[in-house]
């Protein structure tokens, strides 16, 4: 099943499954967190949502100013 055909639930579940038996409380939030990062950045590039590398390396260089 394709992800856009599932519920958030039923994704977190399977991330969830995905983990060994012993997962910490926080290594099991901490990856849901990831997966759920990892989606919207997925999201964000099929819609354009996008920068170049070379702006991103200026806009870091910002930061430091």
């Not at 099943?1 to 926080?26: C, F, H, N, V, W």
């Not at 354009?48 to 590398?53: A, Q, Y």
């Amino acid at each position: 099943m394709a992800t856009a055909d599932r519920t958030p639930k039923e994704l977190m579940l399977q991330t969830i499954q995905e983990l060994p038996d012993g997962s910490s409380y926080e290594e099991i939030l901490r990856e849901l967190a990831f997966a759920r990062m990892v989606e919207r950045g997925l999201a964000d590039s099929a819609a354009g949502r996008t920068i170049s590398h070379e702006e991103m390396g200026r806009r870091i260089a910002a930061w430091s100013r």
